[in-house]
């Protein structure tokens, strides 16, 4: 979108009165941001469980060629993107720059061959070392702002100056503090547009429009950047490893259910609970045809009543896999040493049967876009199926996905 400008009688325009003049909003860190141990950041993520439903496509009235970055690609007239909740966005050009509010947006554009958002709400969240074997894809995150900042500020978002932000409106005014809707009305008038949308949770205030599931948001993406054709040529590359992963599973019967845990600490003796939902953050696991171990149970996910649960009912349970949700990426030993042996000497703990058999893994971080999927999907097919899937194996192509990012279709 196009700044404001100064007029010939040297007013000051909205954007330099809140930059240069207001002051900066703080607040409580809000819940629903991260997942994983509470000794190492905030209370576990809000993952609750909501049906993606399509929605409308995306409508463009010009599309040109999409190149490598965001500037490179232009149109002469002005195009608008259908993006729920916000609706028909129109942009004048196709953005510079972008941020996202967490690292499912993130990754959308990054596969779609953008570079980094320039923030993100909390950068910590975005893992970036799924990027380690993507040719020509940096981990870095050097240059990237967290607006997390004891509040979000109108001010930071001014300093940003991004021509987009994918983060859904109602997420700003229902979570940050100190936000109403004529705050989101300015800075989107001012910056860019707010067109994102909260799919990696439910909230009671997403119940009158749809969610997005990670394809139908990553769509809405290449719509805004007009890179529609490198989407394409994703989803292509994703139906068809994930079809190659399903075809290789073993059968239903001997497929393992899993349970799904964020620990309290390092040494943890309290677990949070999550139950498998279907936002985007249990994708994977439902490409993997998983089943969820507390099924049937009195556990109710951490999502619905904030609460914690300790052995006891594990070992009641037993389930035949543990999956942890950390805030911080161990590499496989490290995460083993940490979480594995402790539960390993503990004379309850080691009752369980996934314990027994060292069926305790990573889970990861709850967000994920295109890039990540794949590669959490490759990762949790050989921890839960290890005879099948040799540790190795590259389930996905690599050389492909940066083919596609640097639009070589």
């Known amino acids: 979108m196009e700044d404001d400008e100064t007029t010939a009688n040297d007013?000051?325009?909205?954007?330099?009165?809140?930059?240069?003049?207001?002051?900066?909003?703080?607040?409580?860190?809000?819940?629903?941001?991260?997942?994983?141990?509470?000794?190492?950041?905030a209370e576990p993520a809000d993952q609750e469980t909501a049906t993606a439903t399509p929605t409308e496509t995306a409508t463009e009235t010009t599309t040109d060629t999409p190149t490598n970055t965001a500037a490179e690609t232009s149109t002469d007239r002005a195009y608008s993107v259908e993006i729920a909740p916000a609706g028909e966005v129109t942009f004048e050009s196709v953005p510079e720059t972008w941020v996202a509010e967490n690292a499912s947006w993130a990754d959308m554009g990054v596969a779609l061959g953008l570079e980094k958002p320039s923030a993100v709400v909390l950068t910590g969240e975005y893992r970036t070392w799924h990027y380690e074997e993507i040719?020509?894809?940096?981990?870095?995150?050097?240059?990237?702002?967290s607006l997390w900042q004891d509040g979000i500020s109108k001010e930071l978002l001014y300093d940003i100056d991004a021509g987009v932000h994918f983060i859904d409106p109602n997420y700003m005014v229902e979570l940050?503090?100190?936000?109403d809707r004529s705050d989101v009305q300015e800075i989107s008038g001012s910056v860019g547009p707010f067109c994102g949308n909260t799919s990696f949770s439910t909230y009671p205030w997403h119940e009158d429009y749809p969610y997005f599931d990670l394809y139908e948001a990553t769509e809405k993406v290449a719509a805004v950047f007009q890179r529609t054709d490198r989407f394409e040529a994703l989803k292509t590359l994703h139906d068809e490893t994930i079809a190659g992963i399903r075809d290789r599973l073993p059968p239903a019967d001997e497929r393992p259910a899993i349970g799904f845990l964020s620990p309290a600490s390092t040494e943890p003796t309290q677990f949070y609970p999550y139950r498998l939902g279907e936002t985007t953050a249990y994708k994977h696991w439902h490409d993997l045809d998983v089943d969820d171990a507390f099924a049937g149970s009195d556990i109710q996910s951490f999502t619905s009543d904030r609460g914690s649960i300790d052995f006891e009912p594990l070992v009641e349970i037993d389930p035949e896999v543990l999956m942890f949700y950390t805030d911080t990426h161990r590499p496989r030993n490290e995460f083993r040493e940490t979480y594995l042996s402790f539960l390993q000497e503990d004379n309850v703990?080691?009752?369980?049967?996934?314990?027994?058999?060292?069926?305790?893994y990573p889970a990861g971080g709850m967000y994920q876009g295109p890039i990540i999927n794949l590669a959490k999907t490759e990762r949790a097919a050989k921890q839960l199926y290890p005879d099948e899937f040799d540790a190795d194996e590259q389930l996905f192509d690599r050389q492909r996905i940066a083919a596609i990012r640097n639009g070589d279709l």
């Open 349 to 360: 703990a080691s009752q369980l049967t996934a314990v027994q058999n060292g069926a305790v």
């Open 135 to 145: 040719p020509g894809l940096s981990t870095s995150k050097d240059e990237m702002t």
């Open 176 to 179: 940050i503090p100190n936000w």
């Open 11 to 41: 007013t000051p325009t909205r954007r330099e009165y809140v930059k240069y003049g207001g002051a900066v909003i703080g607040g409580a860190l809000l819940a629903g941001c991260s997942g994983g141990a509470r000794t190492e950041t």
